[in-house]
Every structure is written in C-alpha cells, then in structure tokens.
C-alpha cells in the first residue's frame, strides 16, 4: 500500500494552500478519534493527510456577543469552559455526555461536526441555538448555517479543499437543555439525543428549538413541533402533541444500538422531558 503523504503546517494559509492543491486526495486530521480508526480498519486510505491541530484554531472567545468556537477545540475545553457554560448551557452539558475522558481531550468540535455521524452530540445544541459555520478555502471564505450543514450520513455541503475555521453562536435568549438516552449511562454513543430552546415571554412559549439526533440520516431540527409550541403555555398535554410532531419528522433505523421502534419511544418521552426542564415544569 502506497504511504500517505503527511503534512502539519502552523499557518493556516498553508494549510488552505495545501487543501486546495490537494483537494479530494486530502484528507483532515485533528483530534483523530473518528479518523484514526478508519484508517486502522481499512475503511479509509488517505494519499494525504493534513493535520490541522497546531493551526490556532483551539480557542472559546466572545466576539460581538456571539460565542465562537474555533474549530480544533476539544470536547474537554468546551465542557470546562465558563463562558460555554453561561452562554450555551446545552452544548457544555453535550460536550460532558460525549465518550470517555480520553475521547474528550482528544476529539474537536469541527471534526465531530464534520464527520457528520447522524449521533454527533454536539449538533443537536448547536442546532438548537442557530449555530453558524465559518469555512475557509484557496477559493475564499464563506458561512453557512448549521442547520443547511448536513447533507447525508457522513456527508456535508464542504467543498473539497475546504476547512471548518470556527463555529458561532448568537446570543441565546431562553434555556436551553441537552439530554442523551444510549445503551450505557456513559461513554456511549447516543441512541437518541434531544436537544431544545425555550423563549418565554410571560407565560407563553416565544420562541422555540428542537433538534434531535440519531433517528434520522441527519441530526435535524423539529420545525413542525417548533410551532406548536409557539404563542402557547407551557404543559404536559401540548409537550405530549410536539413529541409526536417531533418524532413524525424522523425516520429512525435499526441498528446495533437500538430498535426504529424503540427510538421513537424513547425520543418522543426524551422530548417531552427536554422541554419540561427548559420550562422550568417539575419532572414527574
């Protein structure tokens, strides 16, 4: 088998210089924990590698009251960050639920984003807080939201050539809540996972999010239950009706994690409870 070719440039410019003259033949690594075992398996030969983890790009700033990430900043990071915490409570609680400690240190918000599992815990917070992506090629530059990201199971609106620099996030307005059902209490890929925002005003819904993952080709956003919950009071009953609008929106499988049957159980009760706990309703 012909060696792959190995570069791990410290300007960013380079590293675009190289992604463009290399293109599909070029492959990106960072924390390596999606990459790495593909290639151990043979499911994956790269020609190229590019190895981006000593571009900058490690970092969690405020920049005009939007939270932005840049795009090799690890799970652990994000999890212990103060201000992820404060700004986008979801994404810190996805970033803790998200494998084992070594996973976390080691795997990257934009490789757990571009890897574009249909499971990737931290998608579905993202989604629910209008998260943008900033991407960058010899070509140009160019942002796309989160949400017009995901194209298929492992595939994604990139270009060859291209690179996810950063992730933002807007100001948050309401709560917001992740949870995540899997096989194990921990370290496990997610069966089902929910995550939702709500904005009050009064005693009424505002404004609301809901995305889920892993019961569809994509992790995607509920638009259907969205409205329904929209100009109403929070309660048990209306959660029960955008559970099912949610589910209704989903296509789940069978697989080695879980049953299509037993994923829509699960996530219409998984649901039902994210929006209780963004409402502040208590849990029976």
Avoid: H
């Avoid at 960072?30 to 590019?50: H, R, S």
């Avoid at 409570?89 to 599992?117: M, Y």
């Avoid at 009064?202 to 992790?219: E, L």
Wanted: aromatic share 4%.
């Amino acid at each position: 088998m012909k060696e792959a070719l190995y570069f791990g440039e410290t300007e960013i410019s380079k590293a675009i210089k190289l992604l463009g003259r290399y293109r599909k033949k070029a492959v990106v690594l960072a924390g390596g924990t999606d990459l790495v075992p593909q290639i151990n398996y043979y499911k994956l030969k790269p020609e190229v590698l590019v190895y981006i983890g000593k571009l900058g790009l490690d970092y969690i700033r405020e920049r005009n009251r939007k939270v932005v990430i840049g795009a090799t900043t690890s799970m652990a990071r994000i999890a212990a960050s103060k201000l992820v915490a404060r700004k986008a409570a979801a994404l810190a609680e996805a970033a803790r639920q998200a494998g084992t400690s070594a996973i976390r240190t080691a795997a990257t918000i934009g490789g757990n984003l571009a890897n574009a599992s249909p499971a990737a815990d931290l998608a579905t917070p993202l989604l629910a807080m209008d998260a943008e992506l900033s991407l960058r090629s010899d070509r140009g530059k160019r942002t796309v939201p989160l949400k017009d990201f995901f194209t298929g199971p492992g595939q994604t609106v990139l270009r060859p050539g291209e690179l996810i620099v950063e992730i933002s996030i807007p100001p948050v307005k309401g709560k917001t809540v992740f949870l995540k059902l899997g096989r194990r209490k921990a370290m496990t890929l997610s069966v089902v996972n929910v995550a939702v925002r709500l904005e009050m005003g009064g005693k009424k819904c505002k404004d609301a999010r809901i995305a889920m993952g892993s019961v569809a080709p994509t992790p995607l956003r509920c638009l259907r239950a969205e409205e329904l919950l929209k100009g109403n009071a929070p309660e048990e009953a209306l959660f029960a009706r955008c559970s099912a609008a949610a589910m209704a929106a989903c296509n789940p499988v069978d697989d080695q994690r879980g049953t299509a049957w037993y994923r829509r159980q699960a996530g219409t009760a998984l649901v039902a409870k994210a929006l209780a706990q963004a409402a502040g309703l208590p849990e029976k």
